[in-house]
């Protein structure tokens, strides 16, 4: 059943939690209040009854000293009783020896109780207060020795009573306000205790109301609930977290997504030429086809082949140079040197095609430190797509140009081919994009080639960049810093 009691409290809501424990502090502090002030009003009370008791005693005492001396027990009870009515207190007499000889109340000398020891410490000259075990506990008796004027000696002991009545009232009145006080103060504090419980829950209720939701999928969701302080500052971070989170999730999607993608890619790069393959190879199987006759189809299966081929080398390429392990080779060359290399290795070519293959060297040729094959093999793909997308009888040309302020170089391939459609230019840096795709398609090209020329030139430290204007010709060129 106890254990039952903190569930009842701990299961609530906070704003419950906070409301009810508001309240119980402010009880509690009443209550500690009304402690704290009935102690001391106490206290306040016997001091002053005290006093006042204290004078009335000596007096009684001081009349009794002569009967007590003359020893007339008549004559003491007489003046006893006089002074009982006159102080209208109870008033109890003993003698040196410690014997009752006057007593105007037999209740109170009954309830009074006086030990031994006390008796003997009175008739020693010590006073004694005590309160009566009576109903309402409101008796007090001041117990004082009465003393011989002449001879100052102990001759005996009176005991006066002081009524606690009029402390009894100022405590039920004090009880009483503590009780309106406490009226008073439940619904203030359900109030109070409502709106402290609203400002520090609301927020709370409203993040896991978000984070609810966030969790059912809706992530653009965010806490918007204005808040000061640490408040603020909790939701503020509430809301980075979940930022950060769904930017990570985000990521790691776009991520999951490259690789699908490359992977599709992949295949479906593959699949064209070994389809072709196993087609032409089962029609040869089945004795279909004549290899000494059809050529045609032999030529067909090593284009091909030699297309998956390249595609292999490219893939290798890429992903090695992507992996970020490649480290360059770098070493001084002369820009110029680079230029009279594609005259060489492409005039066979070009003059195979027909077509005419400009290459401007530098009048004042700058020294450039490159790793020279991996910008050889940028060279290589943008000649070799200047090539492949420019038809008999038109022109490439290769050209440099220093750009002395920036210390930079940039060397342009310029094709009068069929060119680019803008809406194109902006992708085809990306792996596995190709154009042909949305045009005719011409060529066996596998669309990584200038992604690694871009990932080469981005190593140098350079940038490539690309202008083409369709059905008239394209200008790649790339940047490099001059050493
Ligand atoms: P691919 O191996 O298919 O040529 P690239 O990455 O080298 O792949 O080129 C991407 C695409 O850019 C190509 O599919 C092609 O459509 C286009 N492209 C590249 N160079 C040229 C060019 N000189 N003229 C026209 N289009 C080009």
């Known amino acids: 059943m106890f254990a039952k009691i903190p569930s009842l409290f701990t299961d609530r809501k906070l704003s419950f939690k906070i409301t009810i424990s508001f309240l119980g502090l402010l009880l509690l ?24 008791v ?38 109890w007499v003993i003698n040196k020896d410690g014997e009752v000889i006057a007593a105007t109340n037999e209740d109170v000398r009954n309830n009074l109780n006086l030990e031994e020891p006390e008796i003997k410490g009175v008739l020693n000259g010590n006073v004694v207060t005590k309160q009566v075990a009576g109903p309402n506990h409101n008796i007090v008796f001041n117990v004082v020795p009465i003393r011989d004027g002449e001879s100052e000696t102990v001759v005996g002991a009176v005991a006066v ?18 009780f309106y006080a406490i009226i008073v103060l439940i619904p203030f504090a359900l109030i109070v205790g409502t709106i402290i ?11 896991s109301e978000v984070a609810q939701e966030i969790s059912d999928g809706n992530f653009t969701k965010r806490v918007d609930y204005k808040a000061n302080g640490e408040l603020e500052h909790l939701i503020g971070t509430f809301n980075l977290a979940v930022s ?8 790691k999607d776009k991520l999951m997504k490259l690789q699908n993608d490359f992977l599709s890619n992949i295949s479906h790069e593959f699949r064209s030429p070994l389809t072709s393959l196993r087609g032409f190879l089962e029609l040869l199987e089945d004795n279909k086809i004549n290899p000494q006759e059809d050529r045609n189809y032999i030529n067909i299966m090593l284009q091909d082949t030699l297309h998956l081929n390249r595609l292999v080398e490219d893939l290798i390429n890429l992903s ?7 480290s360059l080779k770098l070493s001084p060359i002369m820009a110029n040197e680079l230029l009279e290399w594609i005259q060489q290795r492409y005039i066979p070519q070009a003059e195979e095609k027909g077509i005419s293959l400009n290459v401007s060297l530098l009048a004042d040729s700058p020294l450039i430190t490159v790793d020279k094959d991996r910008i050889h093999q940028v060279l290589i ?9 420019t038809t008999t009888a038109e022109v490439i040309k290769v050209y440099a140009q220093v750009i002395p302020d920036a210390n930079e ?45 871009k990932q080469i030139v981005e190593m140098h430290k350079g940038r490539v960049s690309v202008e083409s204007i369709p059905k008239k010709g394209s200008i790649f060129s790339f940047t490099l810093p001059i050493a």
Not at 161 to 178: D, P
Not at 197 to 207: A, G, H, L, V, W
Not at 415 to 444: C, M
């Open 29 to 52: 502090t009443v209550a500690i209040l009304y402690l704290i002030f009935f102690n001391l009003a106490q206290k306040y009370f016997f001091s002053m009854e005290g006093i006042e």
């Open 54 to 91: 204290g004078a009335r005693v000596q007096k009684i005492s001081s009349l009794l000293t002569e009967p007590m001396v003359s020893n007339s027990p008549k004559k003491i009870q007489e003046l006893t009783e006089t002074l009982s009515f006159t102080y209208g207190s109870t008033i």
């Open 161 to 178: 009573t002081s009524s606690l009545g009029r402390l009894n009232n100022i405590m039920a009145n004090m009880a009483r306000y503590a």
């Open 197 to 207: 419980s609203r400002i520090i829950s609301r927020p709370i209720e409203k993040m």
């Open 244 to 251: 950060k989170v769904v930017e990570s999730l985000e990521e």
């Open 320 to 326: 090695s140079l992507q992996s970020g392990h490649i």
């Open 381 to 389: 793909n943008l000649i070799d797509n200047a090539f492949r997308y």
């Open 409 to 453: 170089i940039t060397i342009y391939v310029q094709d009068s081919g069929q060119g680019i459609p803008s809406n194109h230019l902006q992708h085809i840096w990306d792996k596995f994009y190709k154009v042909e795709e949305a045009r005719t398609r011409t060529d066996t090209g596998s669309g990584i080639g200038l992604a690694i020329v």
